[in-house]
């Protein structure tokens, strides 16, 4: 049974800073390109990063700069590394194994002004 369990979301002030984890269980972890999404309230479901099985990283324009994806494949976790938080990144976070249908839970990011 595959697994993905999101932490390290919570209430950032504008400008700081949180990182995000993603431990994946049930699947071969290594294999997989994984993405990091994102969800704001009323609107649809974005890509935020994606990281290939050999580390290669690609970002959407509005966190490129300030977001950094990660993996560590010895522990089946992905990771984000988000800075200079906005208001803007308001939003539930998923990662997801890209090309499966497969979700982790979510986790709420507020970034209060």
């Known amino acids: 049974q595959v697994q993905l369990v999101e932490s390290g979301g919570g209430l950032v002030q504008a400008g700081g800073s949180l990182r995000l984890s993603c431990a994946a269980s049930?699947?071969?972890?290594?294999?997989?390109?994984m993405g990091w999404y994102r969800q704001a309230p009323g609107k649809v479901r974005e890509l935020v990063a994606t990281?290939?099985?050999?580390?290669?990283?690609v970002y959407s324009d509005s966190v490129k700069g300030r977001f950094t994806i990660s993996r560590d494949n010895a522990k089946n976790t992905l990771y984000l590394k988000m800075n200079s938080l906005k208001p803007e990144d308001t939003a539930v976070y998923y990662c997801?194994?890209?090309?499966?249908?497969?979700w982790g839970q979510g986790i709420q990011v507020t970034v209060s002004s």
């Open positions: 997801r194994p890209q090309g499966s249908l497969y």
């Open positions: 990281i290939s099985s050999g580390g290669t990283a």
């Open positions: 049930g699947l071969t972890f290594g294999i997989y390109t």
